[in-house]
T-cell receptor
Framework: KNEVEQSPQNLTAQEGEFITINCSYSVGISALHWLQQHPGGGIVSLFMLSSGKKKHGRLIATINIQEKHSSLHITASHPRDSAVYIC????????????FGGGTRLMVKP | DAGVTQSPTHLIKTRGQQVTLRCSPISGHKSVSWYQQVLGQGPQFIFQYYEKEERGRGNFPDRFSARQFPNYSSELNVNALLLGDSALYLCASMGTGGDLNTEAFFGQGTRLTVV
């Protein structure tokens, strides 16, 4: 079993829909990162969380440390949100090493 | 300010050859990590360097090596290339190297194809 599991693996939505991507992990962590990867490979950091909730524009990220679970929400989705969304955790004592989930491929149709 | 820069962006090599990939972190960042991303999968940790010292190594064979220079740039070397080494190689720059939580900034990656 992977240390970081994401669901769903693939997601297709209509423009305007509310989207939720889930991430579960099995190790103790000091932080969780949500990242966005567009075709071509570049990765952009969206959020870094160690507790609670963060919001940036139409994106909201939450984390429940006790349940070892995080969610990324996109409100009023738009075709430009189409990308791969990746959850990565920083385990206790692991320095700067990140352990990544497999990613969720999101396509938003107009 | 320049972000994380990686070179080259694309590379085609033949099996058995050697390759060197380069990464320049964000100015002031002393930590560089390398990741391998095979098509359709999440990135896998290869190495972390902080203040020119190796701080972590992933489950990769000895054909993979890296170093960090006094200006904090880094090189990843892969010897005796195999077809399975074909992947996107990502470099991540972080401001600290210890246990402090810090944002990760990624380069655009080097796409290596081994034929």
């Amino acid at each position: 079993k992977n240390e970081v599991e994401q669901s769903p693996q693939n997601l297709t939505a209509q423009e305007g829909e509310f989207i939720t991507i889930n991430c579960s992990y099995s190790v103790g962590i000091s932080a969780l990162h949500w990242l966005q990867q567009h075709p071509g490979g570049g990765i952009v950091s969206l959020f870094m969380l160690s507790s609670g909730k963060k919001k940036h524009g139409r994106l909201i990220a939450t984390i429940n440390i006790q349940e070892k679970h995080s969610s990324l929400h996109i409100t009023a989705s738009h075709p430009r949100d189409s990308a791969v969304y990746i959850c990565a955790v920083r385990s206790h004592g692991a320095g700067n090493m990140l352990t990544f989930g497999g990613g969720t491929r999101l396509m938003v149709k107009p | 300010d320049a972000g994380v820069t990686q070179s080259p962006t694309h590379l085609i090599k033949t099996r058995g050859q050697q390759v060197t990939l380069r990464c320049s972190p964000i100015s002031g960042h002393k930590s560089v990590s390398w990741y391998q991303q095979v098509l359709g999968q999440g990135p896998q940790f290869i190495f972390q360097y902080y203040e020119k010292e190796e701080r972590g190594r992933g489950n990769f064979p000895d054909r993979f090596s890296a170093r960090q220079f006094p200006n904090y740039s880094s090189e990843l070397n892969v010897n005796a290339l195999l077809l399975g080494d074909s992947a996107l190689y990502l470099c991540a720059s972080m401001g600290t190297g210890g246990d402090l939580n810090t944002e990760a900034f990624f380069g655009q990656g080097t796409r290596l194809t081994v034929v």
